[in-house]
């Protein structure tokens, strides 16, 4: 029962750090400003980077390594690459705007600019659900310590303070209300617990695929690391600052995955 607990208030931890992040909206008057744009979204960068070698890819090679003994890397590199294909696919399918960019990415839909920049940030966001909701189940079937799990968790929420923030405070901007923009802010971090809760429940029931699952969910976040957070912290004006934020965030990921761990 106590790991069922950690485990329904872990799930919640990310979603958490959105809605913080969201509420932004009613404390300050503008959006924010390209460099600090480029500071939140490298630290993002490096805090997803750094939970997918150290609470993600290390575990899974772990688990594997009574099975697989000098092959353990098998089962990781697998989960990866179908990490990666599948938010490829994801990604040709779901249709979605950037904030750097004024075209559309996806299947064609006839969607408002607003819509569109909500499902970019929910697509960002169904790999991070994935990882916590994995790590959980881990926790769950014992082959995960929880302390690992609220590292991810706690990791995963610093960075999504700023996510909530990006969303709220552009959409503030071009004139809608703030507690409408503080509502949609807070929704791009929905698909996050739910995500996770359905990864746990599957996850639960096929635990000798843990190492893959892991892997997996490591795969779809360097996706979006690569994809779409280093460009957007790289776009424009050269500038080094979204580089120093990445390794900072990868310092503090790396931290508190080896404190917590």
């Known amino acids: 029962m106590k790991n ?44 997803m980077t750094a939970a997918s070698v150290w609470s993600l890819l290390i575990p899974a090679i772990e688990q594997s390594e009574e099975k697989w003994g000098r092959l353990a890397f ?3 590199v697998t989960g990866f690459l179908l990490g ?19 075209k559309a990415e996806g299947l064609p839909a006839r969607l408002s600019k607003n819509t569109m920049l909500l499902l970019a940030v929910t697509l960002h966001n169904i790999p991070e659900g994935m990882a916590v909701g994995v ?75 843990m190492p ?7 795969g779809a976040m360097i996706y979006v690391v690569v994809e779409e957070l280093i460009p957007e912290m790289s776009s424009g004006e050269h500038s080094n600052v979204g580089t120093v934020a990445f390794a900072f965030g990868f310092a503090v990921m790396m931290i508190l995955d080896v404190a917590l761990g």
Do not use: W
Request: hydrophobic letters at 55%; charged letters at 10%; one cysteine or more.
């Open 135 to 209: 790590v959980y189940a881990g926790v769950l079937c014992g082959a995960m310590p929880a302390t690992g799990a609220l590292a991810l968790a706690a990791g995963i929420a610093i960075q999504n303070f700023p996510e909530g923030a990006i969303i709220s405070l552009p959409l503030r901007a071009e004139g809608m209300s703030r507690k409408k923009s503080f509502l949609l802010g807070t929704l791009s971090g929905a698909v996050e617990p739910v995500g996770a809760a359905v990864t746990v429940l599957a996850a639960a029931a096929v635990v000798p695929a």
């Open 74 to 76: 098998l089962p990781a």
């Open 212 to 218: 893959y699952l892991l892997s997996f969910a490591a």
């Open 4 to 47: 069922i607990s950690l485990t329904a208030e872990g799930l919640l931890i990310p979603f958490a750090g959105t809605t913080l992040g969201a509420a932004c909206v009613f404390f300050m008057k503008r959006q924010l400003g390209v460099t600090i744009q480029r500071i939140l979204t490298g630290f993002a960068a490096g805090v």
């Open 84 to 102: 990666i294909f599948f938010l490829l696919i994801l990604d040709g399918v779901i249709p979605h705007l950037h904030f750097d960019s004024e």
